[in-house]
């Protein structure tokens, strides 16, 4: 891992997304990791230093918003953006109750994915003041 880089670690169990999401960020110089499980996401955020998660709702081990909590006790500093391939109002409800910080919905326009990214690294450098 980069230590100069802002890091986004990507939790998709969808390989072919990963290489999106990764495709999509790389132009904007990050540090990109990847985890297929919410329990190899837990253990990559315990062993090193994420800025940023970008995590899909339908993991295999847990939905992505019930596993908010869980990495928010190893680093509760860390900005989750949630995605969803689809969406419904009880999803979007499960995931809203969550400390996330921008829920996206991957049918979307990929710039509003990348502005979200770009919004959460704005967010970090005015709480570094």
Same mark, same amino acid.
């Given at each position: 891992m980069d230590v100069g880089r802002r890091q986004i670690l990507v939790v998709d169990a969808d390989c072919r997304a990963v290489r999106e999401v990764s495709a999509l &960020?790389?132009?904007?110089c990050?540090?990109?990791?990847a985890a297929g499980s919410v329990g190899q996401a837990a253990e990559m955020i315990h062993d090193a230093k994420y800025d940023c998660v970008i995590m899909d709702v339908?993991?295999?081990d847990m939905k992505g918003y019930e596993a908010v909590p869980v990495l928010k006790t190893i680093d509760p500093a860390i900005q989750i953006i949630m995605t969803?391939?689809?969406?419904?109002l009880? &999803?979007?409800?499960?995931?809203?109750?969550?400390?996330i910080f921008y829920y996206y919905i991957?049918?979307?326009d990929t710039e509003e994915l990348r502005e979200a990214v770009r919004d959460v690294f704005k967010r970090?450098?005015? &709480?570094?003041?």
């Open positions: &960020l790389a132009e904007e990050l540090g990109i990791d339908n993991l295999p969803a391939s689809e969406n419904t009880e &999803l979007e409800a499960n995931v809203r109750q969550q400390d991957k049918s979307f970090l450098e005015r &709480l570094k003041r």
